[in-house]
């Protein structure tokens, strides 16, 4: 099982990559559907990824201080 770190670090790269074909579909793809699109789901996908790094960044600082507290 892959670290809190691994998991933190793929999910970034995952939204990193999303991010930036977005962006290369909005030169082609430019009309009140793909502002609808970015609206409905970008931008809610947006903030539960970001939600979801801070939760991973909190937990591993948790266990991290559990595994110090153990030794």
């Given at each position: 099982?892959?670290?809190?770190?691994q998991q933190f670090v793929e999910l970034d790269a995952a939204w990193q990559l999303l991010q930036q074909r977005w962006e290369v579909?909005?030169?082609?793809?430019?009309?009140?559907?793909?502002?609808?699109?970015?609206a409905q789901h970008m931008a809610p996908l947006a903030q539960q990824t970001q939600a979801v790094a801070a939760s991973l960044e909190?937990?591993?600082?948790?266990?991290?201080?559990?595994?110090?507290?153990v030794k």
């Open positions: 099982m892959a670290s809190l770190t579909t909005g030169e082609v793809w430019n009309d009140r559907v793909y502002e609808e699109f970015a909190r937990l591993a600082q948790v266990v991290s201080k559990a595994q110090r507290a």
